[in-house]
């Protein structure tokens, strides 16, 4: 079967570095993305790797090893509005998005 | 670009009633709308996948008599929840994408929040 694997909820303190990572077993592999979503909102879209390597956009990152199934979201500067839940998704082999559960997010002051 | 509304934003309804939320692209040409189902602390499932003027495909374990999609243009698909029972209340959203069955460039709408009594 398929599975992507991410932790339920993590803590972390304003102004540090958070890292969410995220393990899959899927039937084929054309990409992995990271959404945010806010309690009671729609997902919004974070990043999309399909080559192995770190990619970064401002204060977040992701990062993809194909090899190991894994990747992870790095967050750094952390701010009281990245509370949320973060999603990760991977695209199969017949591009279909198979969605983690998805890591709730607590930052506190 | 690339904004998607949903309507209602949310609905209280009574157990046996019929519920219709639509998901509309609002400038662009949605190919391919996506249903998917939210309940509380758990991720999104995937419920339909509708293109532009064909009948929906759904996932396993999802009635299609009971979700009831159309997607009649290119800016437009509606769900129907028919026969709403209060195990229906969830949290349902839609996404849509130009490329037909492209599932990687979705632009999601906000969601309707449905309880039903």
């Known amino acids: 079967g398929q599975n992507i694997d991410q932790p339920t909820e993590m803590t972390a303190t304003e102004g540090a570095i958070v890292q969410i990572n995220c393990t899959y077993q899927?039937?084929?592999?054309?990409?992995l993305f990271w959404y945010q979503q806010h309690a009671g909102e729609a997902p919004t879209f974070l990043s999309y790797?399909?080559l192995d390597g770190l990619e970064e956009k401002g204060r977040f990152s992701s990062f993809l090893s194909r090899s190991k199934g894994y990747s992870y979201l790095l967050l750094k500067e952390l701010q009281m509005k990245d509370s949320a839940s973060y999603l990760c998704?991977?695209?199969?082999?017949?591009?279909?998005?198979?969605w983690g559960a998805g890591t709730k997010l607590i930052i506190k002051p | 670009g690339a904004v998607v509304s949903q309507h209602p934003s949310w609905v209280i309804c009574k157990s046996g009633t019929s519920v219709k939320i639509e998901c509309r692209s609002l400038?662009?040409?949605?190919?391919?709308m996506f249903w998917y189902r939210q309940f509380p602390k758990q991720s999104l499932m995937l419920m339909a996948t509708?293109?532009?003027?064909?009948?929906?495909?759904?996932e396993q374990g999802v009635e299609k008599d009971k979700f009831l999609i159309n997607h009649a243009s290119l800016t437009l698909s509606t769900l129907t929840v028919t026969s709403a029972h209060p195990e229906d209340s969830s949290f349902y959203i839609c996404?849509?994408?130009?490329?037909?069955?492209?599932?990687?460039?979705?632009?999601f709408g906000p969601g309707t929040r449905l309880t039903v009594t």
């Open positions: 996404s849509a994408s130009q490329v037909q069955g492209a599932a990687y460039e979705q632009y």
């Open positions: 400038d662009f040409q949605a190919t391919t």
């Open positions: 509708s293109n532009e003027g064909s009948k929906a495909t759904y």
């Open positions: 899927t039937s084929g592999f054309n990409g």
């Open positions: 790797n399909v």
């Open positions: 998704a991977v695209l199969d082999s017949n591009y279909q998005l198979i």
